[in-house]
């Protein structure tokens, strides 16, 4: 559950929540490194959940030697008030048999925090693409019905395309089984999408079909698609978008290499 | 470390213990359930500390719970936590090859609510600490009690004196609670017997 971080915990109804699915590449949750990071946010609470495989380090988005040190652990929700957005990171895997409790702890926090919209930036294997997934880009939106009201407008002028609809048993030309959301190595993306339309949230889901490697660049990708929506780099002091890159991406791949190799 | 250096005196009370069950303990014939319980020992002289010698396997899942269980058995207020911890230097993430010189060596985490100099350096970038350490720290962290936990990382695989003597330094810090014993041999041979029969492979 969440845990609030401060003395005198700030309100967040009305905020704009950002926070990633555990999915293919993690692609979502580097994205989320980089809008914190650049975004210099504060944090403001933990999600405190036995849901979570637990980890701790020190800070990840640290500029200099004053702030190295602060412990931060798997499951953290930052803010910047002045932009009214609130994000949440996720680091760790769920536990297996644990998805759908944390999903509905999820929804529940979202509810009663009473966030004006909620984002979900995810990924899905691109492997699994059909035939009309494979071609243009490789970006994909997800809109539940009471966020779609107010957007119409702006999806028609960003020029996205919905995930489509996919048949269950493809190849099958039984006409009788009804396409439906297929979202593979989404993680909870599918049941955080369903459970908020059932539940009336505003919320998006906003993927990028990528498979596991390096994935900084589909995060780079997936961070500037979002940015043109929500507009989080307009600020003037701001060059367009110039995401910094937070000090825990170092030695992503490993230690350095030993001279004694060579 | 704590079997050989703290416990070894005759001063600590054993007063609970903490059992948990997952596929890693089962109970071969002739060895006690006791193996899979991690013991908590009171100081006689002392009684406000408390050791809590965990040498049973807990699993992922397992790991929150008991953290919230034996938290939830401690007096909040006043309490202060050291957690000492270890593993293989090849987890440890650095942009300049460590020769192997350095090993074994300690790094080190605290939670927001500790205070007073650190005893050794910070575990830096990129690297993050998992597992039991790292539930009872995100505990502390969130409820705000005053937690370090102590990592060693060592370039042998089994236990060994000159690994052992790593921690040293941080009892050193926690004297007036700890008196270090002096190191009783007989329990240190006991441990690196017990993994020597799996090695003959490089005799």
């Known amino acids: ?262 | 470390f704590v079997s050989v250096y703290v416990l070894g005196s005759a001063g600590w009370d054993a007063v609970g213990h903490a059992s948990v069950w997952n596929e890693r303990n089962r109970v071969v014939a002739g060895q006690s359930s006791e193996d899979s319980t991690c013991v908590f020992y009171r100081n006689k002289d002392s009684q406000s500390v408390l050791v809590c010698q965990v040498t049973c396997y807990i699993a992922e899942d397992q790991l929150f719970h008991w953290t919230e269980k034996v938290f939830g058995c401690l007096q909040q207020r006043g309490l202060n936590v050291t957690v000492l911890s270890d593993s293989s230097v090849a987890e440890y993430k650095t942009a300049d090859y460590f020769s192997s010189s350095s090993a074994p060596f300690l790094r080190s985490l605290r939670t927001g609510a500790s205070i007073g100099p650190p005893l050794c350096q910070t575990l830096e970038q990129p690297n993050i600490m998992t597992g039991l350490p790292a539930a009872v720290l995100s505990h502390c962290q969130v409820h705000h009690i005053p937690t370090i936990s102590y990592h060693c990382y060592s370039d042998v695989i089994g236990p060994n004196s000159i690994t052992v003597e790593t921690y040293k330094p941080v009892l050193a810090g926690l004297a007036k609670s700890i008196q270090l014993a002096s190191p009783n041999p007989d329990v240190l041979r006991k441990f690196v017997k017990a993994t020597d029969i799996q090695s003959n492979l490089y005799i």
């Not at chain 1, 109804?13 to 950002?18: R, S």
């Not at chain 1, 691109?126 to 009309?132: L, V």
């Not at chain 1, 959301?181 to 908020?196: D, E, N, Q």
């Open chain 1, 1 to 262: 559950m969440f845990i609030s971080a401060e003395t005198s915990p700030h309100s967040l109804t009305g905020f704009t929540l950002v926070m990633p699915a555990v999915a293919v590449g993690n692609v979502g949750q580097l994205a989320v490194d980089l809008i914190v990071s650049t975004l210099n946010m504060t944090r403001v609470g933990y999600i405190h959940t036995d849901c979570l495989i637990p980890m701790a380090g020190n800070n990840p988005y640290a500029t200099g030697s004053k702030d190295t040190e602060e412990l931060h652990t798997a499951a953290e929700v930052y803010m910047a008030a002045d932009m009214k957005l609130a994000v949440l990171q996720i680091r760790t895997p769920i536990i297996q048999r644990k998805s759908k409790t944390f999903r509905q702890l999820i929804v529940s926090w979202i509810k009663s925090s009473g966030f004006s919209r909620t984002v979900v930036l995810s990924s899905s294997h691109a492997y699994q693409r059909d035939d009309r997934q494979l071609q243009g880009t490789t970006l994909r939106y997800l809109m539940t019905p009471p966020l779609l009201k107010g957007c119409e407008d702006v999806l028609k002028e960003l020029g996205w395309r919905e995930m489509e609809r996919v048949s269950a048993f493809p190849g099958l030309t039984d006409g009788s089984a009804e396409p439906r959301l297929y979202i593979p190595g989404g993680g909870i993306t599918k049941g955080l999408y369903t459970a908020s339309c059932a539940e009336d949230l505003p919320l998006a889901v906003l993927l990028l079909f990528c498979s596991e490697g390096d994935n900084i660049p589909d995060a780079f990708t997936l961070v500037n698609h979002l940015n043109d929506w929500l507009h989080l780099l307009d600020k003037p002091n701001n060059e367009p978008n110039k995401w910094k890159i937070p000090t825990s991406w170092t030695l992503l791949f490993g230690s350095g290499i030993p001279p004694a190799l060579f």
